[in-house]
């Protein structure tokens, strides 16, 4: 057995304090918060039974960590509501706006320009 699947592997939860799986070898059964989302289901305030973890020498903390929760314990996700949709629609809406022209953009205004590509280069824009 491979160092780092061995130091990741800890079913009983003596090292972490809750069972530790390899990537990949969780069992069945248990599944990671956006595999619920994939079905359908939430986590419905359940505590986390396990978790499956990668070692990794370059991350800070030296391991990439994702928590596990009992499928046949989940919830279905909540439906949107009307308002939901809307405030969701707002949002995106301020995300596309350009501070500087005001107007909409079309696509999301990147967070390192601050302003829409025509406002951040405008030289190039006339020479096109």
Request: charge should be positive.
């Amino acid at each position: 057995m491979p160092a780092a699947f061995g130091k990741c592997y800890d079913p009983t939860g003596r090292r972490y304090g809750i069972p530790t799986y390899p990537w990949h070898f969780a069992p069945t059964g248990l599944a990671t918060r956006r595999q619920l989302r994939a079905q359908g289901l939430r986590p419905g305030g359940q505590p986390v039974v396990a978790q499956v973890m990668l070692r990794h020498r370059r991350r800070k903390g030296g391991a990439f960590v994702a928590y596990l929760y009992r499928e046949d314990l989940a919830k279905p996700v909540r439906p949107m509501t009307s308002r939901k949709w809307g405030a969701l629609a707002l949002a995106m809406l301020a995300r596309r706006t350009c501070p500087q022209c005001r107007r909409d953009a079309g696509y999301v205004i990147p967070p390192s320009l601050g302003t829409c590509v025509t406002c951040a280069y405008p030289e190039e824009q006339r020479a096109a």
